[in-house]
C-alpha cells in the first residue's frame, strides 16, 4: 500500500476500539479493488462524539463506521439521513461528500446479504429473535422490511422486547410479538451475547424444540465460530449461519457507500478466508 497526498482516509470510531475487525475488513478490501484509500481505528469517548463528527468535516475524512456507543448520536449530528438509516433509527455509516455528511444504516442490509447468501430468506417466514438489545432493532427492521411473516422477540428484561416491538411498530408498521406462543418457527436468531468467546458454555435458550430440519438457526456471534446455540441447533438438522457474514456484509455495503462503488461478491470468499486467518 503506498499513502501519498491523494489518499481517501476512512476509519471507524467507537469507545472501546481496539479489537475491532473493521480496519483489516476495509484495508483488505481496498487492496484487493486497487484503490487508493487507508483505514484505521480512533478511539472517541462518548462526550467527544460532537468533536469527533465536526472532525471529519475539518480534516477531510472521507468516511466513517460509527460503531457503540456512538450509533444513535451520529443520527443526529449528520446533515442527511438516509431514510434506510431513520427507519433503523441509527447510523453506522458516515459519508463526507463535499463537507455534507451522509449517514447510512447498514447492519440489518449486512444480516439480510449473509442470510441470502446462505439460502435463508426471511419473506413468509415465522421467526423468533432472541434478545432485544441494541443489534435485534436492526434485525428486527431488516426482518420486517424483508417481508418476514410473524417476528417474536424474546428477552430476560420483558421491557425492552416490549420498547424493541413499539420501535419496530413506529418505524415500519409491523407488529412484533413478544411472547413465544408457537411450537415451530422457520428461522431463529440469536441476538444476545450469550456464546460469546469469554462466555463460550453459554447458550441463550434451553429448549430447541422449536426447531427441525426445515429450519435455519442464525448467530450473531461470530467468536467462536459455532457457539453452543449453533451447535445444539445443527444437531436438531437446521441449517446454521454465525455472524461473520453480517459483519462482512456491514462493511461492504458501508466501503461502497465510502467509495461510491460496488464491491463484486466474488471477493467474499477470500475476505471470510482471511479474517478469520
Ligand atoms: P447489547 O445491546 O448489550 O444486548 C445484549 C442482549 O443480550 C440483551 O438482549 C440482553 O438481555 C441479552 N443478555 C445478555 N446477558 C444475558 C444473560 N446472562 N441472560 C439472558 N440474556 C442476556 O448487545 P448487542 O449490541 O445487541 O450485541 C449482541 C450480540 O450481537 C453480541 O454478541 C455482539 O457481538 C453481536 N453482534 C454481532 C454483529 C455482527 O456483525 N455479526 C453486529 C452487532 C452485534 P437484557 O436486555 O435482559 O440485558
Redesign the pocket.
Known amino acids: 500500500m503506498k499513502i501519498t497526498g491523494k489518499t481517501k482516509q476512512l476509519a471507524v470510531i467507537g469507545w472501546p476500539i481496539e479489537h475491532s475487525l473493521s480496519p483489516r475488513l476495509h484495508n483488505l478490501i481496498a487492496q484487493k479493488l486497487g484503490h487508493d484509500c487507508v483505514y484505521t481505528a480512533l478511539p472517541v469517548k462518548p462526550e467527544d462524539i460532537e468533536a469527533a463528527v465536526a472532525g471529519i468535516r475539518a480534516l477531510g475524512i472521507r468516511g466513517i463506521n460509527a460503531t457503540?456507543p456512538h450509533k444513535y448520536d451520529a443520527l443526529r449530528l449528520v446533515d442527511v439521513v438516509d431514510p434506510e438509516a431513520e427507519k433503523y433509527g441509527s447510523v453506522n455509516t458516515i459519508v463526507n461528500r463535499g463537507g455534507v455528511l451522509y449517514g447510512y444504516s447498514t447492519?440489518g442490509e449486512?444480516l439480510y446479504r449473509s442470510m441470502h447468501r446462505a439460502g435463508i430468506e426471511p419473506r413468509g417466514k415465522n421467526v423468533l429473535v432472541l434478545?432485544?438489545?441494541?443489534?435485534?432493532r436492526p434485525v428486527c427492521v431488516m426482518l420486517a422490511s424483508r417481508g418476514a411473516e410473524n417476528i417474536t422477540v424474546i428477552?430476560?428484561?420483558q421491557s425492552?422486547a416490549e420498547e424493541l416491538s413499539r420501535f419496530v411498530a413506529e418505524k415500519c408498521g409491523f407488529e412484533v410479538k413478544t411472547q413465544r406462543r408457537d411450537s415451530h418457527y422457520n428461522i431463529v436468531i440469536n441476538?444476545?451475547?450469550?456464546g460469546?468467546e469469554h462466555n463460550s458454555d453459554?447458550c441463550?435458550t434451553e429448549d430447541f424444540s422449536m426447531l427441525d430440519s426445515t429450519s435455519a438457526a442464525v448467530d450473531?456471534?461470530?467468536a467462536p465460530p459455532e457457539t453452543v446455540f449453533l451447535k445444539r441447533a445443527r444437531e436438531r438438522g437446521a441449517k446454521t449461519l454465525n455472524?461473520?457474514g453480517?459483519?462482512i456484509y456491514?462493511g461492504i455495503a458501508a466501503y461502497e457507500q465510502f467509495m461510491d462503488t460496488e464491491v463484486p461478491d466474488n471477493i467474499y470468499d477470500e475476505l471470510e478466508r482471511e479474517l478469520v486467518r
Open positions: 457503540a447492519d449486512g434478545g432485544a438489545g441494541g443489534a435485534a428477552n430476560r428484561t425492552r441476538c444476545t451475547s450469550l460469546m453459554a441463550p450473531l456471534i461470530y455472524g461473520l453480517m459483519l456491514q
